[in-house]
């Protein structure tokens, strides 16, 4: 086993170390790292280079492939790690060096060049590489280096000298402890401008497996059958995890995530267009107009379809399925050396484009994750910009069709960038002709509104979990089962809903509902009924929440207008902007009271500790009074407080401490 130090060595030690030469290296370099401008190259070209070392191994046997991915966003850094085949001396001395390659050229891989190493290594100034195998030690351990000051190096015009490896003995983390072999790569993007980690608001590993899905090479594009790696991604473990700016780690971990973000795959109505074929097939044989055919084919969000080769290059004028029209071979002869295949996903309207952004992936509804236009493909990604579809009319189009057409052995130049004009110009003739195809079944099948139904719907089911997550880890706890509210509340409506249970109930006495719609100013209008003293009247002993006022007479009634918060702060808020006017209101419902800032203005004071005449209760259960200055303005039930004493009515000590928070002087 060979022992090497590659302390102080130079990726491009093969060159001669002159002026002149390092002049023409740096202009060499410059070109490359030119070529990258797309957000996500630096990640692409990790997990490429990744994907293509975990493939090289699987070749040569069958193993537990894993993919590690870590995105710092706090510190800036991207480590990927993973337990390919590992890199041997001869290689790491000359991996980082433009032009050198040690991938097959045979299609397998996903990049041949041998420029996106030296994009990794000399793009950025803090790069920290190690790699393990049984061809490779460094003084009895694996490889670990860092490669520091390489951008600025190339950047520079004067006799800089060259960067230099330095060898470290801590491992940058424990990914290949128990690994045979493997290489983990981190870079520190620091001050430069791509990848902006925080440029679509995506802080959780959740919502970047979807980003890195639709952006970079782990989304694996396959547009046919099986193919010779289908074993490998079904064994391949991936691991997402992102530390949030405030610390917070989260983590995806799985064998499903190596796979493109087809957006028709997100949840809508939507349908495959040979489905819609067939439907449309049906009706028009049964004598029909379209406008028969069944609803549920109607509206849809979106229409897809994946063309083969076959099927693109189909003469049969009459099949549904013939897109190619050209009578150039020069055409045919590349579709068949290429062997194109064609996916395209046909929307409503580009809301759904962001809907997929906001709701699906749950980032910057403008972020354009996923949107219109042409992506060519090949080595089982996509591969360079978005271009846009050449349409000579109904330009609008362009927006909503995603196609994706993917090449064997496409052969772009310069790493993940543009293709040969030919092929390009190819893509765009077939692209042309999906978007005329899928255009004709627009009617009746494509909603003909301009909005989605993808965002309610994935909004309600939204809704729905969070609702249930919510009751279970905030249950309304209170000694009587027949309140029927589930949850804490978390909006005023729900304080509305448990203030008319309470009443319905009779643990809220004397008041009856004339109505609670919103008045212009006020929430509603209630009748309160003294119907019966002994049964209203405050008693120390067994009705602690009665009525205390010389005011209260049996049989009589008076309405009182009420004002329903979540917070009870937002009416101060109200009181103060003239929204609201305090002398007009006589109870306000609220659930809590939260921040009390406004105690030295409106103060509330709590009905459980202040037996003061000024503080005498006037609504029954009501918990506390809002004072301005001596002037008493409303009763208050601020229904948490309210639970809080019948949940600890026997231990009144409780009660008072827990009020205390309303009263400082007591």
């Known amino acids: 086993m060979p022992n090497r130090d590659f302390n102080g060595w130079d990726p491009l030690s093969s060159l001669q170390r002159s002026t002149v030469v390092d002049k023409m290296v740096k202009k060499n370099i410059r070109n490359i790292l030119s070529s990258y401008t797309i957000q996500y190259d630096l990640i692409s070209e990790l997990i490429q280079n990744a994907l293509d070392a975990l493939e090289a191994k699987w070749e040569v046997g069958s193993y537990s492939p894993k993919l590690k991915i870590f995105i710092d966003l706090n510190s800036e850094t991207i480590l990927v790690s993973e337990n390919g085949i590992g890199l041997n001396a001869e290689e790491f001395e000359c991996f980082l060096a433009p032009d050198v390659s040690f991938k097959p050229s045979h299609g397998k891989t996903r990049g041949h060049k041998g420029v996106g190493a030296t994009y990794i290594g000399y793009g950025y100034n803090k790069v920290w590489i190690e790699s393990k195998n049984n061809e490779l030690e460094v003084k009895g351990k694996h490889l670990i280096v860092q490669f520091f000051d390489a951008r600025k190096w190339v950047d520079s015009e004067d006799s800089t000298p060259r960067p230099e490896f330095t060898t470290l003995t801590s491992q ?15 870079v520190c993007i620091d001050d430069q401008k791509r990848p ?22 782990l989304g694996y594009l396959k547009l046919s059958g099986n193919d010779e790696f289908d074993d490998f991604r079904n064994a391949l473990n991936v691991q997402v995890i992102v530390k949030d700016k405030d610390d917070n780690v989260t983590e995806v971990e799985g064998r499903d995530k190596l796979q493109y973000l087809f957006p028709h795959e997100v949840e809508g109505r939507i349908k495959d267009l040979d489905e819609l074929l067939v439907a449309r097939e049906s009706t028009l044989d049964q004598g029909l107009e379209l406008s028969r055919v069944s609803s549920e084919f109607k509206n849809c969000d979106g229409i897809w379809n994946i063309w083969s080769k076959d099927e693109i ?47 699906h992936v749950g980032i910057r509804r403008d972020s354009k994750i996923v949107w219109g236009g042409l992506h060519i493909a090949t080595d089982r990604m996509i591969q360079g910009q978005k271009l846009d579809i050449p349409l000579t009319k109904n330009i609008g189009l362009q927006q909503q069709v995603h196609i994706v057409i993917h090449l064997d052995n496409g052969n772009p130049d310069m790493g993940r960038k543009t293709f040969q004009p030919e092929i390009t110009n190819l893509c765009k003739k077939i692209a042309t002709q999906i978007v005329t195809r899928m255009r004709w079944f627009r009617y009746p099948f494509i909603q003909i509104s301009d909005t989605s139904g993808i965002a309610s719907r994935v909004a309600l089911e939204n809704f729905k979990t969070d609702m249930i997550l919510h009751k ?48 212009e100013r006020y929430d509603g209008l209630l009748n309160i009924n003294y119907y019966n003293e002994q049964e209203l009247k405050y008693n120390g002993q067994n009705n602690y929440l009665g009525i ?3 005011g209260l007479q049996e049989s009589a009634s008076m309405s009182a207008v009420i004002e329903f918060k979540h917070d009870f702060d937002k009416l101060i808020e109200d009181f103060n902007n003239d929204v609201k006017d305090p002398s007009e209101i006589d109870l306000v419902v609220a659930w809590d009271c939260k921040r009390l ?8 004071r709590s009905l459980f500790i202040d ?20 002037q008493r303005l409303s009763d208050v039930i601020l229904i948490k407080d309210l639970i809080y004493y019948w949940n600890n009515q026997d231990s009144m000590d409780l009660v008072y401490e827990h009020q205390r928070r309303y009263m400082s002087s007591i």
């Open 611 to 630: 037996q003061s005449l000024e503080t005498t209760r006037r609504h029954f259960g009501a918990t506390h009074t809002i004072f301005n200055g001596t």
């Open 548 to 550: 205390k006022w010389s």
């Open 313 to 359: 290059l189909n003469n049969d004028d009459e099949n549904h399925l013939r897109l190619f029209r050209s009578t150039e071979n020069s055409d045919k002869d590349l579709i068949e050396k290429h062997n194109i295949h064609a996916y395209a996903f046909y929307v409503s309207s580009t809301d759904v484009w962001k809907d997929i952004s906001e709701y």
């Open 597 to 604: 800032a406004h105690q030295t203005e409106y103060e509330l």
């Open 196 to 217: 902006n980690l925080d440029y679509l608001g995506a802080t959780t590993a959740a919502q970047w497996v979807h980003i890195l899905r639709a952006q970079t090479p």
């Open 472 to 519: 279970r880890s905030n249950p309304l706890i209170t000694p009587y089962e027949d309140i029927k509210s589930l949850s804490i509340p978390l909006w005023e409506q729900d304080v509305v809903a448990l203030f008319n249970q309470l009443i319905a109930l009779n643990l809220l006495k004397g008041y009856e509902v004339y109505a609670t719609v919103s008045h």
């Open 172 to 186: 940058l983390d424990n990914f290949l402890e128990e690994e045979n072999s493997g290489t983990t790569v981190k």
